[in-house]
């Protein structure tokens, strides 16, 4: 369906702030839904933002909210997700998602298409 590619992972101290950035190809319609999501080792992957593209909706983990952006350009070919305040908590590999008639946005099951990841690791 469409492919997703992440990048700017980095290391930051906490306090500090990334963006992250997926590129987004292939055919999209107003059916999808993008979203960004995390997994620690050892630990279930979990939504952390995600976004509507037929209304621009967003919806945000509890963990996140009023710290991270996600955003997506007119054209739909770039996802990204600001994050800002970050904390040792927020080290994760961090995914980009796509999916179509999502019902649950901060769903894993529910998106079919995904990045390759991309890193971030927040110390203290």
């Known amino acids: 369906e469409v492919q997703l590619v992440e990048s700017g992972g980095d290391s930051v101290q906490a306090g500090g702030s990334l963006k992250l950035s997926c590129t987004v190809s292939g055919a999209i319609d107003a059916s999808y839904s993008f979203g960004w999501f995390r997994q620690a080792p050892g630990r279930e992957r979990e939504g952390v933002t995600s976004t509507y593209t037929r209304d621009g909706s967003k919806y945000y983990a509890d963990s996140v909210k009023g710290r991270f952006t996600i955003s997506l350009n007119n054209a739909k070919t770039t996802l990204y997700l600001q994050m800002n305040s970050l904390k040792p908590e927020d080290t994760a590999m961090y995914y980009c998602?796509?999916?179509?008639?999502?019902?649950?946005?901060?769903?894993?099951?529910?998106?079919?298409?995904w990045g390759q990841g991309t890193q971030v690791t927040v110390s203290s």
């Open positions: 998602a796509a999916g179509r008639w999502v019902a649950s946005h901060l769903q894993t099951i529910e998106y079919n298409n």
